[in-house]
């Protein structure tokens, strides 16, 4: 399985990118620095935007970590919108690297982004980050996964290798707590890449 990670120098895609090696897989990191890379593996120094369909086939999947930089935020929508434009009509999956703005918080429909203070400082990543996972739902002739960590997505968490998918609804784990490792949800991307789970869905995770 040959797997691009975009945006693979930074928390999420390091962490992705150490776990998809540790799987033996042939991975290819894409960043705007290779400078930044601490693993030896093949790469692609381009801007997100500067990626042409050439750039990526060949690929199996295309794993989507790229973070957008405080105050341009709205780079979440313009940079997925992107990669969809380059990836509709193809084989290749896009997996994606998502928020929990998206996952709902009840039986009634009510998203996390609705229950968002508009002055809170995480709304605009939040919000860009929701709306640009409405476009990847809206989008056809794609292959695609969204997934949401839960509320906390703990940066320096440790690698226990253990998570639980909660469908669209946002999680809890044995503690009563919204969280998940970067470490972990990196094992539950690699875990869909895999075995090839949620085509074409919207799903959570949390630890356990």
């Known amino acids: 399985m040959k797997i691009a990670i975009i945006g693979a120098t930074g928390h999420a895609g390091t962490l992705l990118t150490k776990e998809a090696l540790a799987r033996g897989l042939a991975v290819t990191a894409i960043m705007r620095n290779?400078?930044?890379?601490?693993?030896d593996v093949p790469f692609i120094e381009k801007d997100l935007y500067d990626l042409t369909a050439e750039d990526l086939q060949g690929f199996d999947i295309i794993i989507d970590a790229f973070r957008a930089p405080t105050g341009k935020e709205d780079m979440h929508e313009t940079s997925l919108a992107h990669l969809i434009g380059l990836l509709q009509n193809t084989d290749t999956r896009l997996l994606v690297v998502g928020g929990?703005?998206?996952?709902?918080?009840?039986?009634?429909?009510?998203?996390m982004i609705d229950e968002s203070p508009a002055d809170a400082p995480y709304y605009p990543t939040a919000y860009h980050m929701?709306?640009?996972?409405?476009?990847?739902k809206n989008s056809?002739?794609?292959r695609w996964t969204y997934?949401?960590?839960?509320?906390?997505?703990?940066?320096?968490?440790?690698?226990?290798?253990?998570?639980?998918f909660t469908g669209?609804?946002?999680?809890?784990?044995?503690?009563?707590?919204?969280?998940?490792?970067?470490?972990?949800?990196?094992?539950?991307?690699?875990?869909?890449?895999?075995?090839d789970l949620y085509e074409n869905q919207h799903v959570g995770v949390v630890g356990i």
Do not use: C, W
């Open 34 to 39: 290779a400078k930044k890379l601490t693993v």
């Open 100 to 111: 929990s703005s998206s996952l709902f918080i009840d039986d009634n429909g009510t998203r």
């Open 130 to 136: 929701y709306k640009a996972f409405e476009e990847l």
């Open 140 to 142: 056809s002739h794609l």
């Open 147 to 164: 997934l949401s960590p839960a509320a906390y997505f703990n940066p320096n968490g440790p690698r226990s290798g253990e998570y639980r």
């Open 168 to 195: 669209e609804q946002l999680g809890f784990n044995s503690a009563g707590q919204s969280e998940i490792s970067m470490a972990d949800f990196a094992v539950a991307m690699l875990d869909i890449a895999q075995k």
